[in-house]
């Protein structure tokens, strides 16, 4: 005969099971954060982590939580030891404390050039560095300053006062640090200490040395790490009225219907109304995850590669095209980003291929089609084409653009003609145009309002590509 308690476990498994409290949602959340990660980081001097409940997948659907992130200037490494400041950066941050530095708190000192900075090199420097953003302290060394005046994106720039730069419209915390690669001299004594229960590992403990450690700037006040006796005994008083309550403590429970569960487990119509919207919340969130992997995808392949190479290129087509190419040989030598592992580094940046060929073909195609050279001309369209034919469905699509450009019509037709229903359910594609910061959130709703029958992508023609739209006349 089951007992009340177990009775009672097996029905609260079954509801955290249907509302996403389970391995398949967890697994999830943490792939798309790391797959965001990596596309924030590749080719980018600042390393993106991601951190909280979101990306751990410890929420349940349907629980709204702001992304939490950690954006690391590479730039500027932190340094303990003076004699290791590196020839490779010009500038890096010494850590200085004092007798009265608070445990787990340091200034940061400029270095340059392996050069300390002190009040003999502040005129000159004045020159290029923001005074609200570094001061000389009273032992005439120049530190990076935690109160800046105002926020502004730059060099050191910190909101004023708080260790988050909070986006509201983009539901994002972002904390800026500055790395570190070896371990804190501070917590030497945690690498040594004795471990009754043997956890962590000795290798767990290796790979966290191997991180070191990232210094941001403080909150408001310096905490010692104790909580108040008021915040105690308010804490205790709290856990002691739950473990009174027992079971009925899920009453208390708003989030995710739980309470609702609880007082409906006596109705079976109610119980299963509540079922069926938990899994259509349940199912939802997970498709809205795979979109975050897209729209992360389109947001950095949109602004840091097709912009910046564009606008780095000034016009010069030769230029943008060899920016492609670097990128195609990156992603190919890459190994590791932001310390994730070599497969899944391989699995992100592979997301990244079939919209460098599409941009790259159509590129050497609008070249081409200007050629006066026909024998050029068609090496160069054929070498094209097989790019073209490896990026999916918008690289086919960009295909039938250069054909109906060159007045191919009949093959421009016949192309169309793949482009069957079933080939399209089979290779799915995503509009990456509307991929902008300002209207994310936004598409990524439309899409999944957007019914799987429907073709949700489109193509669009960087100024270099203008010979091959379709209203171009040679």
Request: charged residues 25%.
């Amino acid at each position: 005969m089951v007992s009340k308690e177990e009775n009672d476990s097996r029905w609260l498994f079954d509801v955290l099971d249907i509302i996403g409290a389970n391995d398949e949602f967890r697994k999830s959340c943490q792939q798309a954060h790391i797959m965001q990660e990596i596309f924030m980081t590749f080719q980018n001097q600042t390393s993106m982590y991601s951190f909280g409940s979101a990306c751990e997948g410890s929420i349940t659907p349907g629980h709204e939580q702001d992304a939490d992130y950690i954006e690391c200037d590479e730039k500027f490494p932190v340094i303990e030891d003076i004699s290791k400041a590196s020839s490779q950066y010009q500038a890096s941050l010494l850590v200085i404390t004092e007798e009265d530095t608070p445990v787990g708190y340091v200034k940061l000192q400029l270095v340059i050039k392996g050069t300390r900075q002190t009040v003999m090199n502040w005129l000159y420097l004045q020159q290029f560095i923001r005074k609200d953003i570094f001061i000389l302290d009273k032992n005439g060394r120049i530190l990076l300053f935690d109160l800046p005046t105002e926020y502004r994106a730059g060099i050191f720039s910190r909101r004023k006062n708080k260790p988050a730069l909070t986006f509201e419209n983009m539901k994002m915390d972002l904390v800026r640090s500055y790395r570190c690669t070896t371990w804190p001299t501070i917590a030497t004594e945690w690498l040594t200490r004795r471990r009754y229960y043997g956890w962590p590992t000795e290798d767990t403990i290796q790979e966290m040395k191997s991180f070191g450690f990232f210094v941001i700037k403080k909150g408001d006040n310096l905490f010692d790490g104790k909580l108040n006796n008021t915040r105690r005994l308010k804490a205790a008083n709290e856990l002691e009225n739950v473990l009174n309550m027992g079971f009925n403590c899920f009453l208390r429970v708003k989030s995710n219907d739980i309470c609702n569960y609880m007082q409906s487990r006596e109705s079976l119509e109610r119980s299963k109304r509540l079922q069926s919207h938990s899994k259509d919340v349940y199912k939802k969130t997970l498709k809205q995850n795979d979109l975050s992997i897209f729209a992360s995808l389109f947001k950095v392949f949109n602004h840091n590669i097709l912009q910046h190479y564009y606008y780095q290129s000034n016009g010069n087509t030769d230029i943008f095209i060899k920016f492609l190419w670097d990128t195609l040989d990156n992603i190919k030598e890459v190994r590791t980003v932001t310390e994730h592992t070599e497969e899944e580094t391989r699995s992100a940046l592979t997301l990244m291929i079939p919209h460098i060929f599409t941009c790259l073909a159509s590129n050497i195609s609008a070249m081409a089609i200007q050629h006066p050279n026909p024998q050029v001309r068609d090496f160069l369209l054929f070498g094209s084409f097989t790019f073209f034919m490896q990026a999916g469905l918008l690289g086919r699509l960009k295909l039938i653009s250069v054909l109906y450009a060159v007045q191919l019509y009949k093959d421009c037709e016949w192309c169309l003609d793949q482009l069957d229903e079933e080939y399209i359910k089979i290779i799915p594609s995503l509009c990456f145009c509307r991929f902008t910061i300002k209207d994310i959130a936004m598409t990524v709703e439309n899409m999944l309002n957007t019914s799987i029958s429907d073709v949700v992508t489109c193509i669009c023609f960087l100024p270099s590509e203008l010979k091959i739209t379709p209203c171009f006349k040679i």
